[in-house]
Antibody
Framework: QVQLQESGPGLVKPSETLSLTCTVS??????????WGWIRQPPGKGLEWIGS???????YYNPSLRSRVTISVDTSNNDFSLNLSSVTAADTAVYYC??????????????WGQGTLVTVSS | QPVLTQPPSASASLGASVTLTCTLS???????VDWYQQRPGKGPRFVMR????????SKGDGIPDRFSVLGSGLNRYLTIKNIQEEDESDYHC?????????????FGGGTKLTVL
């Protein structure tokens, strides 16, 4: 069974770049069968989709975040990463990585990581 | 893009049934919606996808038969029968919209289910 684990700094200063990695185990990230995504949840609020990536490099980003987001895949390490630039306190959230059910970005997110809390503060 | 509206809270007694509702904004009655369960302190877990014809595809891994879905008009329902303590969770609905550079996945605000 596939497992996903987020990792990265828990504290980021305003205006800096938030960088997280999602390590995938129990399956190959370079399988043509899946997209991989990032989702966040501000404290006490609902989920917000950030973006998704295919192992070949095709990406989809939330239009509200597109100017600040980069998602990439590292097939050699079997992981994928999120970079969010120019962060503010509004970016404080639990960040989740997840797998789409198929090789279409339209498929459901069927496996999720445990999440990692990132706080933006000086 | 659609707006998904969920009541912030719901409650049900142990062993009873409850139906949670996710309402799509006007004009999006043909959209499918995904239901996710999020237990306290955990990542979300896929429950199932629902359209106007009912379930689309398969349930998520380990989702018991007590969980079922229905779709009607702008509403997408998740019903839980014989509620157990382990069902106490936040339940989120989500939907896809658009394509290409305009693609976006949106979520409702979530419903917190309390088991009495």
């Amino acid at each position: 069974q596939v497992q996903l684990q987020e990792s990265g700094p828990g504290l980021v200063k305003p205006s800096e770049t938030l960088s997280l990695t999602c390590t995938v185990s129990g399956g190959s990230i370079s399988s043509s069968s899946y997209y991989w995504g990032w989702i966040r949840q501000p404290p006490g609020k609902g989920l917000e989709w950030i973006g998704s990536v295919y192992y070949g490099g095709t990406t989809y980003y939330n239009p509200s975040l597109r100017s600040r987001v980069t998602i990439s895949v590292d097939t050699s390490n079997n992981d994928f990463s999120l970079n969010l630039s120019s962060v503010t306190a509004a970016d404080t959230a639990v960040y989740y990585c997840a797998r789409h059910h198929s090789g279409s970005v339209l498929s459901e997110l069927d496996y999720w990581g445990q999440g990692t809390l990132v706080t933006v503060s000086s | 893009q659609p707006v998904l509206t969920q009541p912030p809270s719901a409650s049900a007694s142990l062993g009873a049934s409850v139906t949670l509702t996710c309402t799509l904004s006007s004009g999006y009655s043909n959209y499918k919606v995904d239901w996710y369960q999020q237990r306290p302190g955990k990542g979300p877990r896929f429950v199932m996808r629902v359209g106007t014809g009912g379930i689309v595809g398969s349930k998520g891994d380990g989702i018991p038969d007590r969980f079922s879905v229905l779709g009607s008009g702008l509403n997408r329902y998740l019903t839980i029968k014989n509620i157990q303590e382990e069902d106490e969770s936040d339940y989120h609905c989500g939907a896809d919209h658009g394509g290409g550079s305009n693609f976006v996945r949106v979520f409702g605000g979530g419903t917190k289910l309390t088991v009495l």
